[in-house]
C-alpha cells in the first residue's frame, strides 16, 4: 500500500479525484500540486475553484487530515511513491498536428521535474487524457533526465463526468488501470489498484496493458460523442418531417443492443474530452496511415458544428433574419448542467454567431461568472460591452426581450414561472429550447413561439 500519493494539476479531474481517494485511504498521504497559486488558494477555502455537487463536503472531510493543496511541487514529487500526473492536455494550436493533435508540453514539463527531484523509486500514473503511446513518450523523457531511479508508468484514465463527478467517483462502472506486463509493471498497477480497492469491488477494477488503457480512454469519449452527433443529425430530419426526437430517441433507446443513455438531442456538445480526444483519435489515425478511420471520426466533430450552426441558423429564420440591435436573453452558457465550466461549451459559438448578428445578447448561468463570458467571447472583462450583459437574475434577463435561447439544461430554468417572463418580453416571444428541457404544451399556451431540437414548426422550419 502507498504511503504517499501526489497529484500534478488541481483541475476538475485532479481536485474531485484525489478528494475522493483521500477521503476512502485515510491513511495514505494525498497531496495535491499545481503552478496556480490562485487555484490552490480556492481549494484550501470554502469556494472550490470547481463546482461539483457534493465535492465541498469530500474536501472538508479529507483536508488537513491526508488531503493537502500546495504551491510547492517539487518538495510533494520528492516524497511521494505514486505521482499522478493530471495536467492538461489541450490540441496543439502550431505547428505539426495543429488543431488536432494533443499538446504534451505540460505532461513533458512534469516527466522532466519529476525526473530532476526524484530520490527514490516512483510509479507515474497518466491520468489526464494522453494520447496512446505517451507512456512510451514519458519513458524517453525520463530516461533522458538521466535520473538514477526506477520509473514504472501507469495509464489510469478518469471517465467521471462533470456535474456528476462525486456520484461517477463514488460509484464507477469501472475503474481502469493499464501497465508494463512485466513484475514491475504489475506491482505498480497493483499499487495503483490498492487505492481503488478501499471503495470500489474488485470485479470492477479493470487492468490491461498501457496502450489498451490509453486507447480504451479515446474511444470510450469518441464512442459517447458519437452517439450525440447521431441523434443529432437524426434531429435535423425530424425537425423536417415532423417526426420528433425525443419519441425517436425513447423508441430505439428501448433496443436493449442500442441502450437509452447519450441518446439526447441538443445543440451540440461540449466539455474539454469530446472534441479533443476525437480530434486526437483523428491525428493518430492520420500518423498511422489509416486516412479512412480519420475521416470516419473527423465527422462526429463535423457533425456537432453543424447542430451549433443550425440552430442560430433556426433563430434567424423564425426571426426573419434579422436580431440585429434586438434583445435575445441566454439562458445557460456552462458546457452542461451542474458545472462551472465553459470548454468548448456550445453557448460560445452560439452567442459569438449571435454577436456576428450584432444581436444585443443578456446572458444567465447560475454558476458561471461574468470575466469567464467574456473571455470566452473574446472580450476584455474589464470593459463593459453593451452588446453583452451579464444578467444574475433571468427574469431581468428577459425584460424586453425578443427571444430567449436555452443553451444549458441548468434544472431552474424548467421550473421558471413562464407566464410572467412572458408578460416581460416583446411579442412574438420566441423560445430556442437548444436542450428540449422545457415543457412545449404549457408554454405554447401560454402564447409562446417555441422553437425545440428535433420537433418540426412548420412555420420556421428549414427547408
Ligand atoms: C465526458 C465523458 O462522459 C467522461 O466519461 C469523460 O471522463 C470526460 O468527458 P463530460 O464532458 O464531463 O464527460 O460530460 P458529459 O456528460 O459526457 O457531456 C458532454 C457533452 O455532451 C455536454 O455538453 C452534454 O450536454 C452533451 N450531451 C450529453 C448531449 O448533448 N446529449 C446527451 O445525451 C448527453
Ligand atoms: P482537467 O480538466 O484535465 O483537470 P484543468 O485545466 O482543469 O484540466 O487542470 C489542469 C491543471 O494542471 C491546471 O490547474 C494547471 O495549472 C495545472 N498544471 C499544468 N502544468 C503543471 C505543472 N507543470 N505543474 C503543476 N501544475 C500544472
Not at 476538475?12 to 485515510?26: D, E, H, R, S
Not at 497493483?190 to 490509453?214: C, G, H, M, Q
Not at 483519435?281 to 500518423?287: E, G, P, R, T
Not at 452558457?333 to 458545472?339: G, V
Request: net charge neutral.
Amino acid at each position: 500500500m502507498p504511503k504517499k500519493v501526489c497529484c500534478i494539476g488541481a483541475g476538475y479531474v485532479g481536485g474531485p479525484t484525489m478528494a475522493v481517494i483521500a477521503q476512502k485511504n485515510p491513511d495514505v498521504k494525498v497531496t495535491v500540486v499545481d503552478i496556480n497559486e490562485d487555484r490552490i488558494q480556492g481549494w484550501n477555502s470554502e469556494e472550490l475553484p470547481v463546482f461539483e455537487p457534493g465535492l465541498l463536503e469530500v474536501v472538508k472531510e479529507a483536508r488537513g487530515r491526508n488531503l493537502f493543496f500546495t504551491t510547492a511541487v517539487e518538495a510533494t514529487i520528492a516524497e511521494a511513491d505514486i505521482i499522478f500526473v493530471s495536467v492538461n492536455t489541450p490540441t496543439k494550436e502550431f505547428g505539426v498536428g495543429k488543431g488536432s493533435a494533443a499538446n504534451l508540453m505540460y505532461v513533458e514539463k512534469c516527466a522532466r521535474t519529476i525526473a530532476r527531484v526524484a530520490q527514490s523509486n516512483k510509479i507515474i500514473v497518466e491520468k489526464s487524457t494522453v494520447p496512446v503511446r505517451t507512456a512510451e513518450f514519458l519513458k524517453q523523457i525520463l530516461h533522458a533526465e538521466g535520473s538514477k531511479h526506477q520509473f514504472e508508468i501507469v495509464s489510469n484514465p478518469e471517465f467521471l463526468a462533470e456535474g456528476t463527478a462525486i456520484v461517477d467517483l463514488n460509484n464507477p462502472d469501472r475503474v481502469l488501470i493499464g501497465g508494463d506486463q512485466t513484475s514491475e509493471g504489475k506491482a505498480a498497477v497493483a499499487s495503483v489498484s490498492s487505492l481503488y480497492e478501499a471503495w470500489v469491488p474488485k470485479d470492477r477494477i479493470l487492468t490491461t496493458n498501457l496502450w489498451s488503457s490509453e486507447l480504451s480512454k479515446l474511444t470510450a469519449n469518441a464512442f459517447l460523442a458519437q452517439r450525440i452527433s447521431s441523434i443529432n443529425s437524426i434531429s435535423a430530419l425530424c425537425e423536417r418531417t415532423d417526426a420528433d426526437v425525443e419519441e425517436v430517441g425513447r423508441a430505439i433507446g428501448m433496443d436493449s443492443r442500442i441502450g437509452s443513455k447519450f441518446l439526447r438531442s441538443s445543440v451540440g456538445f461540449g466539455g474539454s474530452c469530446f472534441q479533443k480526444d476525437i480530434l486526437n483519435l483523428v491525428y493518430l489515425c492520420d500518423f498511422f496511415g489509416l486516412p479512412e478511420v480519420a475521416d470516419y471520426w473527423r465527422k462526429v466533430v463535423e457533425m456537432n458544428n453543424y447542430q451549433k450552426r443550425r440552430f442560430v441558423r433556426r433563430i434567424m429564420s423564425a426571426m426573419f433574419n434579422t436580431v440585429s440591435g434586438r434583445n435575445l436573453a441566454i439562458f445557460g452558457f456552462a458546457f452542461k448542467k451542474d458545472t462551472n465550466d465553459t470548454r468548448e461549451s456550445p453557448a460560445i459559438s452560439v452567442c459569438r454567431d449571435l454577436l456576428d448578428e450584432q444581436a444585443v445578447l443578456r446572458i444567465y448561468d447560475p454558476r458561471v461568472k461574468k470575466a469567464q463570458i467574456y473571455r470566452d467571447l473574446g472580450l476584455d472583462p474589464s470593459i463593459e460591452d453593451p452588446r453583452v450583459q451579464i444578467m444574475s437574475d433571468p427574469y431581468q434577463a428577459v425584460q424586453a426581450c425578443d427571444a430567449i435561447a436555452v443553451l444549458t439544461e441548468w434544472d431552474e430554468f424548467a421550473e421558471l414561472d413562464y407566464e410572467r417572463i412572458f408578460d416581460a418580453m416583446r411579442k412574438p416571444a420566441h423560445i430556442f429550447d437548444g436542450r428540449n428541457l422545457l415543457k412545449p404544451k404549457k408554454l405554447k399556451k401560454i402564447g409562446f413561439s417555441l422553437h425545440s431540437i428535433g420537433k418540426g414548426d412548420s412555420a420556421t422550419s428549414l427547408r
